[in-house]
């Protein structure tokens, strides 16, 4: 993980699927859990979703409030 991509969390909206346009730290947990049993896509958007699931499944979204209000 690199600083940058938690930026990215907060910013970068879902490319495809049933959140597309949807901001990637506001993608709901079972959706990124079902990322985690079936795959995550290859790529950039995939290593991000990865990122989030695990934040979300430790409880830590908190973290990324102070990036929100950077922006």
């Known amino acids: 993980m690199k600083p940058e991509d938690l930026e990215k969390l907060v910013?970068?909206?879902?490319p495809f699927g049933k959140y597309k346009g949807r901001v990637i730290a506001d993608l709901p947990g079972h959706y990124?859990?079902?990322f985690a049993r079936e795959g995550f896509p290859k790529g950039e958007i995939g290593r991000l979703l990865a990122l989030m699931q695990e934040i979300d499944h430790n409880g830590?979204?908190?973290?990324?409030?102070p990036l929100?209000?950077?922006g």
């Open 60 to 65: 830590l979204k908190e973290l990324l409030a």
């Open 32 to 34: 990124l859990h079902w």
């Open 11 to 14: 910013t970068l909206q879902m």
């Open 68 to 70: 929100r209000r950077k």
